[in-house]
């Protein structure tokens, strides 16, 4: 009988927050050096957290990240920043990012990602660019699956990206 309650439990997914290579444009690496993105430590983990309330997170019981999930965010700002820029790609930019809150919410409709943002020049040290920027993105569809949640969490941070570009490219 326990043998039958362990065959049920469902295999953890470990989701990506970077999407397919096909479905990324190639790219070069540029001179601009994403720095590792800072979260609240309640997100510095595995766990994929959903708000469940408006004071409460749940955590994914069969899903984890792949990857901690600042390392996961440097490294997709950091291929977006450089598959996006077309002007000043050889500028020696710092791009330092610190997120307030990235997770869905509890409607389950949108994923929400708040964060402060500076890029600067480091021969000068002079900021170039700098945002509080708030970011919304639709899940798509009222399911909290792993992989549909990874999707829209990942198109989030490369908004953020397009964002940076945008401001400081």
Known sequence: MALGA????PPVQHVLLSPPRDERAATRASDWDVRRVRVPEYLDNYDIQ?????YVLTRLPDAKWAERL???MTRLL???IDEKLVNKRDQPYQVDVDVDMFEPQAAGEEVVLSARWEVTDTDSGTVVA???TRLTQPI????RKPA???RAMSEAVRELAFRIVAQAG
């Open 70 to 72: 600042p390392v996961a």
């Open 78 to 80: 950091q291929q977006t």
């Open 130 to 132: 700098r945002d509080n």
């Open 6 to 9: 362990c065959a049920s439990v």
């Open 50 to 54: 959903v708000r469940s309330d408006a």
């Open 148 to 150: 549909v949640i990874g």
């Open 140 to 143: 798509g569809g009222s399911e």
